[in-house]
């Protein structure tokens, strides 16, 4: 059996998706860059990761049990940024709060320990952001957008009371479950 591709991300509410969707597209647009948009905007908590599609049931339970016993909190976007231009990506910034890098470091440990998970699939190194391009920004394109976006302001907020883990289908991310923060 082959494995799947799963990912473990926080997705904005939808009304906040729509507003950094339009600007994705329209960024998309104006820099001929298509690569972002096959995702929807989301954080990453687990980079995307191989697994056989039989260990599905068991990451369900082990997540499901995991998020119940954590508490919903804000998450704050401010303004933008990019990684090295040697990756060329561009992206909204997350602020960097206790309670979101408390709850990645605990979120590695536990997949580590009970999931048997290996290092270099579940790095502790955590850059939360939402993805605005990458993969097929030019360098001239990535110079132009950067000269734009480096002081172009952007702010939102929300809480967030649920994770997700995607399935790669083969052509785009989609929810496979849906994980309720705290106790229901």
């Known amino acids: 059996m082959a494995d799947s591709l799963y990912l473990i991300a926080i997705l ?4 906040l998706s729509q507003v950094l969707d339009l600007e994705r597209k329209s960024f998309s647009e104006k820099y001929h860059t298509h690569k972002a948009l096959k995702v929807m ?11 056989p599609a039989n260990f599905e049931t068991e990451i369900h339970l082990n997540l499901q049990d995991y998020f119940s016993d954590v508490s919903p909190f804000q998450i704050e976007i401010k303004g933008y940024g990019s990684f090295q231009k040697a990756s060329k990506v561009i992206f909204y910034k997350i ?6 890098l408390g709850m990645h470091q605990e979120l590695v440990h536990f997949m580590r320990n009970n999931l048997k998970f290996s290092d270099a699939e579940t790095s502790y190194m955590y850059h939360p952001h939402i993805t605005i391009a990458y993969r ?3 360098d001239e394109n990535f110079e132009k957008a950067w000269a734009e976006y480096e002081t172009k302001e952007f702010t939102s907020a929300f809480t967030f009371g ?3 883990l995607l399935k790669h289908d083969y052509s785009r991310w989609q929810i496979l479950s849906v994980f309720n923060l705290g106790k229901s």
């Open 41 to 51: 905007p989301h954080i990453t908590l687990i980079a995307p990761f191989k697994r």
């Open 12 to 15: 904005p509410p939808p009304e």
């Open 136 to 138: 097929d920004l030019t």
């Open 162 to 164: 649920k994770v997700y």
């Open 95 to 100: 602020e960097k709060s206790k309670e979101l």
